[in-house]
């Protein structure tokens, strides 16, 4: 058995059981992390990707300056961390990625998801090696 990179000897269950538990609050440790971070690229990347309006009816700055990542949770048993948009301007952020009568879609969710899945999937890799 390894654990932080030296070679460990069990020689009882309660040791074993201890050991696993160390290994455990690794791996819980490193699977927030990489959740944590693959969430805070895909939120900035898609703040970036977010168009910004010449027109500003609401008053409130533009969409892509209410772009938020919380906190990772594990209520559902996966590993998740919210993000999007906040409750001031998400509501509104279907009307430029859909489309409108009155505008054409310009996906800009979509695109982010696809272009930034690979680089996201690296960051996990990359976060749960183990041995590191």
């Known amino acids: 058995m390894q654990g932080g990179g030296r070679k460990m000897t069990v020689t009882g269950a309660e040791e074993l059981l201890s050991n696993i538990k160390m290994l455990e609050a690794g ?15 895909f939120g900035e990347t ?9 027109e ?3 008053g409130k700055g533009p969409l892509r300056d209410h772009m938020k990542v919380g906190s990772v949770s594990v209520k559902t048993g996966e590993y998740e961390v919210p993000v999007g948009y906040d409750r001031t301007k ?14 054409d879609p310009q996906h800009f969710i979509e695109k ?4 930034t899945k690979d680089a996201v999937l690296r960051i ?9």
């Open 27 to 41: 791996y819980d440790r490193k699977a927030r992390k990489a959740v944590r971070d693959g969430g805070k690229y």
């Open 46 to 54: 898609l703040a970036q990707d977010t168009p910004v309006s010449t």
């Open 124 to 132: 996990f890799v990359d976060n749960l090696k183990v041995g590191d």
């Open 90 to 103: 998400g509501p509104i952020a279907h009307f430029p990625n859909s489309g409108t009568s009155k505008q």
């Open 112 to 115: 982010t998801q696809d272009g």
């Open 56 to 58: 500003d009816h609401s």
